[in-house]
């Protein structure tokens, strides 16, 4: 494999990332940014980080582009304005200044580390076994890093409550984005009720071989997310109340699982997330598949957006 192969998708991430922070238009920034979360999953494919690239592609490039492409249409009448009070020579220098030296500190940071660099990696590969998981990503997620694990699936939820803050007050509990409505015999429609079916069985099936194989509940429940957001588009079915109560227990059963196993570890393994000898990948599995519909609940709605409707048409 020549270096080229490496070089040129270096190139090209840096190139796009100077573009998406240079560029004065949110929409162009933002297709900028879709490009560089595209390149990046190229570049964990050949770093062979399978599990990064797919979390990359789903979350990176897919669900926060579409936010960001969201959010860019709403602010395209106020931008206007927002550029005739373009900020001095003064504050841009500052801005400017401060940015190099931050990034002058991370690169002194990175390169004044020790030889070789400190890591627990021997310690981790040494213990996988023990926790039964084949997939050695999961296996650190889920055993060595539950607290981040744990805490990725709370942000996640406490983002889509901040979504929901944007709603007025008149359409608190309502229901999430506009009524989609599309053609019965178009081709949406019918994408709608063709792909959601093979969607959710690849979806169920990425998340289910993540125990052994790339995959996992985040890449599963994005699939099953998008199928969810087509059938929506397509207008076959409609974002349900915020209010409602199975909503909001779907949304919190993930983590409530999560913590009350981390709980039940405080009892049984002597620490808050540790998991008892011979029943890690039991307890594993039973927070992943309590996690998988909770997220693609999550996803789901915070790309539906606020509640704009009220409960009852």
């Keep these: 494999m020549t270096d080229a192969f490496y070089v040129a998708p270096a190139l090209l991430i840096l190139a796009l990332g100077l573009y998406t922070t240079c560029a004065r238009d949110t929409f162009a920034a933002t297709v900028g940014f879709l490009a560089y979360g595209l390149l990046l999953t190229v570049a964990w494919v050949q770093l062979r980080g399978v599990d990064v690239a797919l979390i990359e592609a789903a979350i990176g490039g897919g669900l926060t582009a579409t936010l960001l492409l969201r959010a860019s249409a709403r602010l395209r009448p106020a931008e206007a304005a927002a550029r005739a009070e373009r900020p001095g020579v003064a504050t841009r220098l500052l801005a400017a200044a401060a940015a190099a030296a931050v990034a002058g500190a991370l690169a ?3 390169l004044t580390l020790p030889v070789p660099a400190p890591t627990l990696a021997p310690e981790a590969a040494a213990n996988i076994a023990a926790t039964g998981v084949g997939n050695p990503i999961t296996a650190v997620l889920l055993s060595f890093r539950a607290m981040d694990t744990l805490l990725e699936a709370i942000v996640l939820l406490f983002a889509l409550i ?21 053609d019965p015999d178009g081709i949406l429609a019918f994408i709608g009720r063709v792909l959601p079916p093979i969607g959710i069985v690849v979806g169920i099936y990425v998340f289910w071989i993540g125990a052994d194989h790339p995959g996992g509940k985040f890449q599963g429940a994005t699939i099953l997310a998008a199928m969810w957001l087509l059938t929506l588009m397509a207008g076959l079915t409609d974002a349900p109340p915020i209010s409602r109560r199975w909503v909001r227990a779907l949304l919190v059963l993930g983590p409530g699982v999560f913590i009350a196993i981390g709980v039940l570890g405080a009892f049984t393994a002597g620490a808050f997330l540790a998991w008892p000898d011979g029943w890690a990948k039991p307890l594993i599995l039973v927070i992943e598949i309590a996690l998988l519909p909770s997220l693609a609940l999550t996803l789901g709605l915070m790309l539906a957006g606020a509640p704009e409707r009220p409960a009852q048409p």
């Design 108 to 110: 002194v940071a990175v």
């Design 162 to 182: 901040g979504v929901w803050s944007l709603a007025p007050d008149r359409m608190w509990g309502g229901r999430p984005g506009p009524r989609h409505h599309a």
